[in-house]
């Protein structure tokens, strides 16, 4: 069974306008086009309460760095309170959302997600001393980089739905 490490944990949260169809738009574009991952969404789920809405939405994304390590990205979307409202823009009136929405994120490198190395007790053993005293440094840079990639996917995030609040 493949091993798998935790090493990004995070959240965004913001409360004010923003259109949620672009904002999901946006973040399925980035972590697409930026990050090149494959994005499976596991759950999308919509609740309404009134003129409002609930939604939530859970996205598993991949991406196989060599044949050993593969980036799994997962990206929870919680919106409440979520209502049409109509802004003036330029003296036009826009039709838009209004809510708070929520951002977790987890980050997580698999390695050996083939299984090569779990045929038998040999194997593993071998695979510890691999990871341990032959490719720690290229394991280091790997950690980094899911790292600084998961952190600036959040950045991004957060810009644009303070950049949509202040239009």
Do not use: H, P
Request: proline content about 0%; some cysteine; aromatic content about 12%.
């Amino acid at each position: 069974m493949a091993e798998k490490d935790t090493l990004f944990s995070s959240k965004i949260k913001n409360t004010g306008i923003f259109t949620f169809k672009d904002f999901y738009i946006f973040c399925y574009g980035w972590l697409a086009d930026e990050l090149g991952l494959d994005i499976s969404e596991e759950k999308y789920q919509e609740g309404l309460s009134g003129d409002s809405k609930t939604i939530e939405v859970k996205w598993v994304c991949e991406r196989k760095v060599t044949d050993y390590f593969k980036f799994q990205i997962k990206v929870e979307f919680i919106v409440r309170g979520l209502t049409n409202v109509e802004i003036m823009k330029e003296n036009q009136k826009i039709s838009t959302n209004k809510g708070s929405v929520e951002v977790k994120l987890k980050g997580i490198l698999i390695k050996d997600y083939q299984g090569k190395f779990e045929k038998n007790a040999l194997s593993k053993f071998l695979r510890s001393i691999y990871e341990k005293w032959v490719i720690t440094s290229r394991i280091d840079q790997l950690e980094e980089k899911l790292i600084r990639d998961c952190d600036e996917f959040l950045s991004q995030a957060k810009a644009y739905l303070d950049l949509e609040g202040k239009r």
